[in-house]
């Protein structure tokens, strides 16, 4: 007893190392997987916030290019008026008194409405593009320049600050009759106008934009940030460290205009935004924790539920009836309070039989005597019934005789406990029993069979065409009719044999016909008056070979009966032509 409740011990600590391992388990997997989504969120916020500043790099150098663009085609207007080019030319390539006296002249002999002076071509480039704050032209013989103002508020921080560190596009002037150089145009674009144009709803890290020198002129960031001075850096964004600080940048080179176009995004606003999905993670960790502690304690409880009921198994087992579970204890709804249930039943029941079993074992001899005494011998019936035959013919009774026969004939194919046989044998039965009826009804009744020889040996059900012809008996036969006739066909269609009984007897009224139909379409068959033979042919044929098998009936009344029955044939083609009964 003690050496049970210590393997029983034992085995429970053994679950519960078991449910302890499966649970460290599930935490180690459920970290693993954590781990594995932190990285991947880490990764995907990386990616998208580079992602995020290269498109603010493209969109820089999207916007320098329409810049220069607009530039490029206001310009190259200037050479469809050469009235203009000659005052440009003049500008450029003299002093400003000597321009001024061909300004006067030029004004009094202009006819046209179209401007011809540079101060009003250089308008139009500020309304052409906003963003310029201001022109200069300057000449490549006497370093003239001349400055055209839009914006003065912007021209004097530029002033201030340095012209190298401002903003600018230069576009080189020609003579008009010739591709010689006479100076260049430069115009100032405002930062604040470029600042604006790059902005966005979801600016990560910032912009920067260096002459190939390494000047910086525009950065989006309050204090300058210096970079590795290098070339285009591609597609790919880099990673440095600056001061305990991680930076990713690229660097994309616009060799056209002599420029560099930079995107820096530090890691710690990087940090900053997916800060929130960490904590999420940090939810899901603890949430999983629960969980798994949660099912910890319920297996727990489910384990000393179990222990309960193989404590009362034990009981049982060693003889005591009369343990039972406590059902207090158990979960009525569950699995395991259902097995407590039956369990508690089955001990009730099993009391009962044990009361009853005295009774029950004295029953059980009386029905034992009754069934050896309500035995028969079918060799002793058999022998019974050859004597009568052969006493009948001896004494001249050739038809009781024959009847006998095929009395014994019947009851010797009833008797066989197989449960199919060929065709042949079940015709035979037939036979014998349409010649017993044929004995009884001499010269009222014709039997016409129509059988393909070559099924004979094919395997049907017993007690499956018998039953038609002795339904026939019942139910069609017209005793006071001198012509009844039943015709018997065994033909095959196809791979389906084909079983036809048809009669000229009474039939049946179209509503007895629907309603044996309907019958015989019911899975369920119940007791059909005069037709239960017919069901039951029916239900064991489509149990045997499937639903498209069976048993089907057409009768009209006064004109006779016919009943189809099909069933697969069971031989192949080429094994019937070997068998010799074919």
Request: contains cysteine; glycine residues 4%.
């Amino acid at each position: 007893m003690k050496g049970r409740r210590l393997r029983s011990r034992a085995r429970y600590q053994i679950f519960n190392r078991i449910l302890a391992m499966y649970s460290i388990i599930i935490l180690l997997v459920i970290s693993l997987l954590v781990v594995l989504i932190a990285k991947y969120v880490a990764d995907d916020f990386i990616t998208r916030s580079l992602e995020a500043n290269e498109k603010q790099v493209e969109a820089l150098a999207v916007y320098m290019a329409e810049r220069e663009r607009s530039l490029a085609t206001h310009l190259r207007e200037l050479y469809f008026y050469p009235e203009l080019v000659e005052s440009i030319a003049v500008a450029l390539k003299n002093d400003p008194e000597t321009y001024l006296e061909y300004r006067l002249d030029q004004y009094s002999l202009q006819r046209s409405f179209v401007p011809s002076n540079v101060e009003s071509f250089m308008r139009g480039f500020y309304y052409g593009d906003g963003a310029i704050d201001a022109i200069t032209l300057t000449s490549y013989e006497t370093d003239q320049v001349y400055a055209y103002v839009f914006q003065y508020a912007n021209w004097n921080r530029i002033q201030n600050e340095g012209e190298q560190q401002a903003i600018t596009l230069t576009r080189p002037i020609n003579d008009g009759s010739s591709t010689t150089g006479i100076g260049q145009l430069t115009a100032y674009y405002s930062s604040e106008a470029l600042r604006q144009a790059v902005a966005s709803a979801n600016n990560v890290g910032f912009l920067q934009m260096h002459k190939e020198d390494g000047t910086l002129l525009f950065t989006n960031r309050p204090d300058p940030f210096e970079l590795p001075q290098e070339e285009d850096s591609g597609p790919v964004y880099k990673e440095m460290v600056k001061n305990g600080e991680t930076f990713y940048y690229k660097v994309e080179q616009d060799a056209d205009r002599g420029l560099y176009y930079v995107g820096v995004v530090p890691r710690s606003e990087i940090t900053e935004l997916s800060s929130l999905v960490y904590a999420t993670i940090a939810l899901l960790i603890a949430v999983a924790c629960v969980t798994v502690a949660v099912g910890y304690f319920v297996m727990r409880r489910y384990a000393r539920r179990m222990q309960r009921i193989e404590a009362s198994m034990q009981l049982v087992e060693q003889g005591d009836l009369s343990a039972r579970i406590d059902m207090s204890l158990q979960n009525k709804i569950d699995e395991l309070g259902s097995i407590a249930g039956n369990f508690n039943r089955m001990l009730d029941e099993l009391k009962r039989y044990i009361d009853k079993s005295y009774v029950l074992e004295l029953k059980k001899q009386e029905a034992e005597m009754r069934a050896l005494q309500a035995q028969m011998n079918p060799h002793f019936l058999y022998n019974t019934l050859e004597a009568i035959r052969m006493k009948a013919v001896i004494e001249g009774a050739t038809d009781a005789g024959a009847m006998t026969f095929h009395l014994a004939s019947i009851m010797r194919y009833a008797l066989s406990e197989n449960r199919s046989a060929t065709l042949g044998e079940e015709l035979e039965h037939t036979k014998q029993y349409m010649a017993l009826m044929e004995q009884r009804y001499r010269h009222a009744l014709t039997v016409e069979y129509e059988v393909d020889s070559s099924l004979l040996m094919d395997s049907i059900l017993r007690f499956s065409l018998q039953p038609l012809a002795e339904n026939y008996m019942i139910h069609g036969f017209m005793p006071d009719k001198k012509d009844n006739r039943l015709h018997i066909s065994i033909q095959k269609k196809e791979h389906v044999l084909t079983i036809v009984v048809c009669d000229n007897g009474k039939g049946m009224a179209s509503e007895r016909l629907e309603a044996i139909k309907a019958k015989l379409r019911e899975e369920e068959y119940q007791h059909i008056e005069q037709s239960i033979g017919l069901a039951n042919i029916h239900k064991r044929f489509q149990l045997e070979y499937g639903q498209p098998y069976g048993l089907s009936i057409h009768s009209v009344a006064d004109e006779g009966t016919s009943v189809q029955l099909t069933c697969p044939l069971e031989r192949e083609e080429s094994d019937c032509d070997e068998s010799p009964a074919c």
